[in-house]
């Protein structure tokens, strides 16, 4: 999950050095005192007012130091006229090449503040930090950081957010105290976690420093959703990476004497993106619920009958891996929904102390559920039809879903003529198409519908699709119908293909025929691991929807678990294993596939 970056609250005499300032410095109360007692860079501590009276008061030496403190009050009060007029008083008077690159600092942090991003990125680019005092560069490190990460989430071009964790993994290198490192090391963590296992991927493969190939690795190992998998990765890391900070995290530390000199790590007037305040989901509070480590599950699942093997053993064998990956004292009670009247599971379980039900999952049952008239939370695994519990939540694992993913994604790719390629006698594949064709039609676009019938014929049936008015095509077809079709599409049209044309072999004959195309699918598919290798061991022939089963029955518990801080912060993610998940619309859980090019070792 993404963390919220905490904030050190370091008092004045925190910012002292020890070696030439005495207790008196901090008793004093005095403006100009205080003002003198602090870097300029520092924390801010005192009103606008009162830095105002410090600059008017300030001994010649202090002058220029006193100004950078008050325009930057102004700034973080919104005084953005008095600060314009103070910037320029700086510039004109900076004698030094220190105070020229301190005025300039201060003309980022205001550029940054009117939200002109990439004019402060510029404006930092002219700073030389490296010949400034320890505590101007840690001051720029984190503007630069925050700039950068601003522009990530604007633009959400990876090389921002990669230069945003360059700077905070740059700041250790001018911090001694232990839990200042610590703290910095978790930014530089969660920076990188923002970004997807690909791009996390391309850069470790071009990293050239040891630095930033371990917390590469780091963030790839913590983005798993399994904690087994995340302990058996950390166990190797310090012995690949024996003297990376990220140790400092992995074991406990000795008692070492602290250096002696302090620098801050958080000044509260610089801005963050990760630092601001979270703004919390639209839903309805009635839709939260508590549930914690400990607590009884209620599981609803077809056990027996002809479904069984189907959905009703992936979600069983997903919860259960879900719990013993997390170590959870949870108990887990299971329903047969074969065997057992839902009314009569409802019944129980609104009186035994249950405090959350996963399933049911097919959608007569789903129903059943939702008429019974139940009170415990619960995750159902199938789209919701009709009235349903405002504290009730599913994952679609439908094909409407699939073609909404499908479309969102060619749409963000910018591509203007896309076509849609479905096989006509196939319902999952009609419904999937639809949906694309209807979620391209919000943002004002149309989809060419082209079909075929079989793959053995598929390639000449889609000679009349209109490829050359088309600069992508968005493919729901099996794996083998994919490669046949891909055959028939020109080279200089994208190809998307969505969990239905893949079955989480990777590298196989079959990945490699569809070379090029772009997949979305689930990332535990996507990257080989124990769990994979586990599941697939135990259903060596489970099809992309028994996959998607297993990975929504496994993120249930986690989400669960996590739907409070989900709701917190609307940017906020959990990553599971069926992708980035977060809080929809009416009770969906959205989950967001990982996309690669197919054809490349991973």
């Known amino acids: 999950m993404k963390a919220k970056l905490s904030k050190l609250n370091l008092c004045l005499c925190g910012l002292m050095t020890v070696a030439t300032l005495t207790l008196s410095a901090c008793t004093s109360d005095t403006q100009t005192q205080k003002m003198a007692a602090v870097n300029a860079f520092g924390p801010l501590t005192l009103t606008t007012e009162e830095y105002q009276q410090a600059y008017e008061g300030a001994a010649e030496e202090q002058t220029y130091k006193a100004l950078v403190l008050l325009t930057r009050s102004q700034i973080v009060n919104g005084d953005l006229k008095?600060?314009?007029?103070?910037?320029?008083?700086?510039?004109?008077?900076?004698?030094?090449?220190?105070?020229?690159?301190?005025?300039?600092?201060?003309?980022?942090?205001?550029?940054?503040?009117?939200?002109?991003?990439?004019?402060?990125?510029?404006?930092?680019?002219?700073?030389?930090?490296?010949?400034?005092?320890?505590?101007?560069?840690?001051?720029?490190?984190?503007?630069?950081?925050?700039?950068?990460?601003?522009?990530?989430n604007q633009t959400h071009d990876a090389k921002y957010?990669?230069?945003?964790?360059?700077?905070?993994?740059?700041?250790?290198?001018?911090?001694?105290?232990?839990?200042?490192?610590?703290?910095?090391?978790?930014?530089?963590?969660?920076?990188?976690?923002?970004?997807?296992?690909?791009?996390?991927?391309?850069?470790?493969?071009?990293?050239?420093?040891?630095l930033d190939?371990?917390?590469?690795?780091?963030?790839?190992?913590?983005?798993?959703?399994?904690?087994?998998?995340?302990?058996?990765?950390?166990?190797?890391?310090?012995?690949?990476?024996?003297?990376?900070?990220?140790?400092?995290?992995?074991?406990?530390?000795?008692?070492?004497?602290?250096?002696?000199?302090?620098?801050?790590?958080?000044?509260?007037?610089?801005?963050?993106?990760?630092?601001?305040?979270?703004?919390?989901?639209?839903?309805?509070?009635q839709a939260l619920f508590d549930f914690n480590d400990g607590d009884t599950i209620a599981v609803m699942l077809p056990l027996s009958g002809r479904f069984a093997k189907l959905v009703g053993e992936p979600a069983k064998l997903g919860i259960l891996a879900s719990l013993k990956d997390k170590k959870s004292t949870s108990k887990v009670v299971f329903y047969d929904t074969n065997k057992t009247n839902i009314s009569d599971v409802v019944a129980k379980v609104q009186n035994d102390g249950t405090k959350l039900v996963i399933g049911p999952i097919l959608k007569p049952e789903v129903t059943a559920l939702n008429s019974s008239?139940?009170?415990?939370?619960?995750?159902?695994?199938?789209?919701?039809?009709?009235?349903?519990?405002?504290?009730?939540?599913?994952?679609?694992?439908?094909?409407n879903y699939e073609g909404a993913i499908a479309a969102s994604k060619i749409f963000a790719d910018g591509y203007k003529a896309p076509i849609v390629i479905a096989k006509s006698n196939d319902t999952s594949s009609q419904r999937a198409a639809q949906s694309f064709r209807a979620t391209l039609q919000k943002g004002k676009k149309n989809a060419v519908l082209c079909q075929f019938t079989d793959a053995a014929t598929a390639k000449s049936e889609l000679n009349a699709c209109p490829f050359d008015k088309a600069d992508a095509a968005y493919v729901n077809a099996s794996v083998v119908e994919a490669v046949n079709v891909k055959a028939a599409i020109p080279s200089n049209v994208a190809v998307y293909l969505t969990d239905k044309s893949y079955?989480?072999?990777?590298?196989?004959?079959?990945?490699?025929?569809?070379?090029?195309?772009?997949?979305?699918?689930?990332?535990?598919?996507?990257?080989?691991?124990?769990?994979?290798?586990?599941?697939?061991?135990?259903?060596?022939?489970?099809?992309?929807?028994?996959?998607?089963?297993?990975?929504?029955?496994?993120?249930?518990?986690?989400?669960?678990?996590?739907?409070?801080?989900?709701?917190?912060?609307?940017?906020?993610?959990?990553?599971?294993?069926?992708?980035d998940i977060s809080l929809g619309e009416n009770g969906l859980i959205e989950s967001t596939p990982m996309w690669v090019k197919l054809g490349k070792l991973r």
């Open 503 to 579: 079955m989480g072999i990777n590298n196989s004959a079959q990945e490699f025929a569809l070379s090029g195309a772009m997949l979305g699918d689930m990332p535990w598919l996507l990257t080989d691991s124990a769990l994979k290798a586990s599941f697939m061991q135990s259903l060596p022939k489970a099809n992309n929807q028994v996959q998607r089963v297993f990975a929504a029955a496994y993120d249930s518990v986690n989400f669960a678990l996590n739907i409070k801080k989900l709701a917190a912060n609307k940017d906020d993610v959990l990553h599971g294993l069926s992708g």
């Open 213 to 285: 190939k371990g917390f590469l690795e780091y963030a790839i190992i913590t983005k798993s959703s399994s904690e087994a998998l995340q302990d058996a990765a950390l166990k190797d890391f310090s012995v690949k990476h024996p003297t990376h900070p990220i140790n400092e995290l992995l074991a406990p530390q000795e008692q070492v004497q602290e250096q002696v000199n302090e620098t801050v790590i958080d000044n509260g007037d610089v801005e963050s993106e990760q630092e601001g305040e979270a703004v919390p989901v639209a839903v309805p509070s």
């Open 161 to 210: 957010q990669v230069n945003a964790y360059k700077s905070k993994a740059t700041l250790l290198n001018v911090i001694d105290k232990k839990d200042d490192r610590k703290t910095v090391i978790n930014q530089c963590n969660e920076l990188l976690k923002k970004l997807d296992e690909k791009t996390l991927g391309q850069y470790l493969a071009a990293a050239q420093s040891d």
């Open 82 to 152: 008095g600060a314009a007029q103070n910037l320029a008083v700086l510039d004109s008077s900076a004698q030094t090449a220190v105070q020229k690159d301190e005025a300039t600092l201060v003309r980022a942090m205001y550029l940054a503040k009117q939200g002109k991003n990439q004019k402060a990125l510029e404006t930092l680019g002219k700073v030389n930090y490296k010949a400034l005092p320890r505590q101007d560069i840690s001051y720029f490190l984190i503007l630069n950081s925050n700039v950068n990460a601003k522009i990530y």
């Open 373 to 399: 008239g139940l009170k415990v939370p619960s995750i159902v695994l199938n789209y919701v039809e009709g009235n349903k519990p405002v504290n009730q939540w599913y994952f679609d694992l439908g094909p």
